[in-house]
């Protein structure tokens, strides 16, 4: 899908066609925002090569959708990649569109293979209110950026929550699909640290550095972005620390419960082993049967038998209850 708007300097928002772009280009006191979206790379090519007259390894590079966030500066115009996260809390993995963004002076050209909820917002924001494009492309590209960042959020606080669900499951249900969740999320983290972090240092360079296409007053706005993706890292920092913390205390509870299970079959094993002595011990045939046995196997000597097997025990798991083994 293509899509443009053109706000020319008296501040009426026009959509212009495709072909109409090489026109209203000459127009510098006007801002234009062309959008495309899930466009065919030949389509996209012959509107950024020919029309804006951007450099064909910029070109490529937006086209092949596999750059971490970065910005490269052309001069006249600045090549910008960031990232939109969306989390898959079925798969409990986070998944990133790519957003390739052309800025100059009195433009803004935004690629995409996957539509972009940020994007979008800002889209409906400008057609309702044109004073976001008459501040300039620059102060546009914040817009985006600052929606970008904001989604995260969301998104962070998603992955909070389920981290604080396993957690309560961890001492009343602990099972191998917990640690598998945990070790899901862990990579989830891994992966927004690996945006979060070239994304931050992109925004640092759009607040500090010295671009052609960037007012030095809009510096100010993009300076409170990169301060909210410092907030971010830190906080997915946390969260990995509680993943960590997490796995810690489900080997804990597994190694707890194991030491239980095998306390309860020492236990066991302890109280029969006299049992087993005795039964042993009347079993074995080194008497001869002609001599009389009468007491040995009267019913008086079956009764104490019986007697001695159930007290044994018991005085064994009380004299284990008193030395704190059981």
Request: proline letters at 4%.
């Amino acid at each position: 899908m293509i899509r443009s708007l053109y706000c020319t300097d008296s501040g009426q928002l026009v959509e212009v066609q495709p072909e109409e772009l090489a026109t209203v280009l000459h127009d510098v006191r006007g801002v234009i925002w062309l959008d495309l979206t899930n466009e065919p790379p030949e389509s996209c090519e012959s509107l950024l090569l020919k029309t804006f007259g951007f450099h064909p390894l910029a070109v490529d590079d937006a086209l092949v959708e596999s750059h971490v966030p970065k910005i490269d500066d052309w001069g006249s115009y600045l090549y910008v990649v960031l990232h939109a996260i969306v989390f898959d809390e079925q798969n409990e993995e986070i998944d990133t569109v790519e957003l390739d963004l052309f800025l100059g002076q009195h433009y803004l050209v935004t690629h995409h293979d996957q539509p972009i909820a940020a994007v979008d917002r800002v889209w409906n924001l400008c057609q309702r209110d044109r004073r976001h494009l008459q501040k300039g492309a620059d102060h546009l590209l914040y817009r985006l950026a600052d929606e970008l960042v904001a989604s995260y959020m969301p998104v962070i606080e998603e992955m909070d929550e389920l981290i604080d669900r396993i957690e309560d499951q961890l001492f009343d249900h602990p099972a191998p699909r917990t640690i598998e969740r945990l070790f899901a999320l862990k990579r989830a983290l891994l992966h927004l640290r690996r945006i979060l972090a070239p994304q931050r240092e992109v925004l640092n360079k759009l607040a500090r550095d010295d671009y052609v296409v960037i007012d030095a007053a809009d510096r100010v706005f993009f300076r409170d972005v990169y301060d909210h993706l410092v907030r971010l890292h830190d906080i997915s920092e946390s969260l990995r620390d509680l993943v960590s913390g997490a796995l810690d205390t489900y080997l804990s509870v597994i190694n707890n419960r194991m030491n239980e299970i095998m306390k309860t079959l020492t236990l066991i094993t302890t109280l029969f082993m006299p049992l087993s002595f005795v039964t042993g011990f009347f079993g074995m045939n080194f008497f001869q049967p002609t001599i009389p046995l009468g007491a040995w196997t009267g019913q008086v000597a079956f009764a104490l038998v019986l007697v001695g097997m159930l007290l044994i025990p018991l005085g064994m798991y009380l004299w284990m209850r008193r030395r704190a083994w059981a």
